[in-house]
C-alpha cells in the first residue's frame, strides 16, 4: 500500500487552490483539485483520496450536494471531508455538518500551513466517527 496521503480539493478560485496545493505539496502532500462539484465527485470516485477538501459555492453542483452523494456513494462515503468556504453562515454550517463534514472552516480564518497541518490530524479520525 502506498503511504503517500493523497488530498482532494474541491474549490473553483484557482488562485486559493494553487496556494494551498502549494504549501502541501510542499509539505510532502499528493494534491488533486477539482474546480467545480461534478469533477470532484467524480474524481472522489477514482482517485481514492485520503482526505477532501470541499468548498460551498461551486459551479454545476453546489458543496452540500457533493458531500451529501460522497457520503451515498459506497465507494467515498468514508472519506474525511472538510469544509473550506468563504460563506459561515449558521445554517449551513450546520448542515454541512450534518451531512458528515468533520469541520467547517472559513477561508479568510485558514492559512495553508493550518491547512496542511490539518491533512494528518484529519485523516487519522477513526471511520466509525464519520457515521451519524
Not at 12 to 26: I, S
Amino acid at each position: 500500500m502506498d503511504d503517500e496521503i493523497k488530498v482532494l480539493l474541491i474549490e473553483d478560485d484557482e488562485a486559493a487552490a494553487e496556494m494551498y496545493r502549494l504549501r502541501m505539496t510542499a509539505d510532502g502532500y499528493t494534491v488533486i483539485i477539482a474546480r467545480d462539484g461534478q469533477e470532484g465527485l467524480a474524481l472522489a470516485e477514482s482517485e481514492q483520496p485520503d482526505l477532501v477538501y470541499l468548498d460551498l459555492r461551486l459551479p454545476k453542483m453546489d458543496g452540500l450536494e457533493v458531500l451529501k452523494r460522497l457520503r451515498e456513494t459506497a465507494a467515498t462515503a468514508a472519506v474525511p471531508v472538510v469544509i473550506l468556504t468563504n460563506h459561515g453562515e449558521p445554517e449551513l454550517r450546520e448542515r454541512g455538518l450534518e451531512l458528515g463534514a468533520l469541520e467547517f472552516l472559513i477561508k479568510a480564518d485558514t492559512t495553508p500551513a493550518y491547512l496542511s497541518q490539518g491533512v494528518e490530524r484529519w485523516t487519522e479520525v477513526p471511520l466509525s466517527s464519520l457515521e451519524a
